[in-house]
């Protein structure tokens, strides 16, 4: 009973270096998104999928890159990472989103850029 | 786009009370509300949401109520209890057109005084 799993679940970077987060769920479903979560703000959309090979931005998109290669992963990608991405990440899914249903959480990706 | 406003920031209620969270959105096409719990470290749990169709929707203590007209909703928990203690958030979602994914309210801290 998985979910949605996201790795890694915290991580240090350097002003600079470059990572991908990794969010794989195991529910069939056809959207997949990430938010970024920081104190106060709530949680703000920053890329997301609506199928396979298909990605558009959210409210926050710079700085960040997403594939969708497979129908089960969502990646997100910082080329460069900057201390204003110090962040948590969440990754979550649904079926169609136009027809109601809930979006389903990872456990979120702690991330410190010094 | 869409802009969703929470209040209050922070509620501080005594066990056994009730307590009201309140959220105004922009976009009139919003068609659906979702309400997340989220504890200290964890992931947003869905807790209760309701489509645009419908006023009112009840599950146990925890109740959500609809006026499309003045584009509010609020979140009304009664007999509260210590495990009550959270962060919640609500969330409007469009269903088309910009930005897809919820569009969140920047959470209220609910604390339960024993």
């Known amino acids: 009973n998985a979910g949605v799993t996201q790795t890694p679940k915290f991580r240090v970077l350097k002003t600079g270096q470059s990572m991908t987060l990794l969010c794989a769920q195991d529910?069939?479903?056809?959207?997949m998104y990430w938010y970024r979560q920081d104190p106060g703000m709530g949680l703000r959309l920053i890329h997301y999928s609506v199928g396979e090979g298909t990605t558009a931005k959210g409210e926050v998109p710079d700085g960040y890159n997403v594939s969708r290669l497979k129908k089960q992963n969502f990646l997100l990608g910082l080329e460069s990472a900057a201390p204003s991405q110090t962040s948590v990440y969440f990754c979550?899914?649904?079926?169609?989103?136009?027809?109601?249903?809930?979006?389903?959480f990872g456990d979120g990706t702690r991330l410190s850029i010094l | 786009g869409e802009n969703v406003e929470q209040h209050p920031s922070t509620l501080s209620v005594q066990e056994g009370d009730s307590a009201v969270i309140k959220c105004t959105y922009s976009d009139s096409a919003s068609n659906y509300f979702p309400w997340y719990k989220q504890e200290l470290g964890k992931r947003p749990q869905l807790i209760i949401d309701i489509r645009s169709n419908v006023g009112e929707k009840k599950d146990q203590r925890i109740a959500v109520t609809l006026n499309k007209t003045a584009k509010h909703f609020s979140l009304h928990i009664t007999e509260t209890q210590p495990e009550d203690s959270a962060v919640y958030f609500c969330a409007a979602h469009t269903g088309g057109g910009g930005a897809d994914g919820l569009t969140f309210g920047k959470g209220t801290h609910l604390i339960i005084q024993p």
């Open positions: 529910m069939n479903h056809e959207y």
């Open positions: 979550a899914s649904s079926y169609l989103l136009r027809s109601n249903q809930p979006q389903h």
